[in-house]
């Protein structure tokens, strides 16, 4: 499986940005979907996820929680991640991660992951 991520860029405090996500060479409608992002100087954290098609469900890390939602175009085997009110703080580079595992309880983990993008990077200034 390979994850293209595409939209980040530069914007200003309070802005918004849809990250997105293009997979191929698997089985997308299958997979849990998730963002994280890596902060300079901090740790690889989560952001977010979106769970296998049949199962139906997002979860976001508290820190974006009404501020990002996540979402996913099974026909076109894409994720978005809309992010508006952006502080500096959300300053990263943003990657995709893909498992065909359906264990939901560990989708905040990075080591449940097989699939991993290269990154896009997005910075907030003023």
């Known amino acids: 499986v390979q994850l293209v991520e595409s939209g980040g860029g530069l914007v200003h405090i309070g802005g918004s940005l849809r990250l997105s996500c293009a997979a191929s060479?698997?089985?997308?409608?299958?997979?849990?979907m998730a963002w994280f992002r890596q902060g300079p100087g901090k740790e690889r954290e989560f952001v977010s996820a979106i769970a296998w098609s049949e199962y139906s469900a997002t979860d976001y890390v508290d820190s974006v929680k009404g501020r990002g939602t996540i979402s996913r175009d099974n026909a076109k085997n894409t994720v978005d991640l809309q992010m508006n009110s952006l502080k500096p703080e959300d300053t990263a580079v943003y990657y995709c991660a893909a498992t065909p595992v359906r264990s939901w309880s560990t989708r905040q983990a990075m080591n449940s992951y097989h699939y991993w993008g290269q990154g896009t990077q997005v910075t907030v200034s003023s």
């Open positions: 060479g698997g089985t997308f409608g299958s997979y849990t």
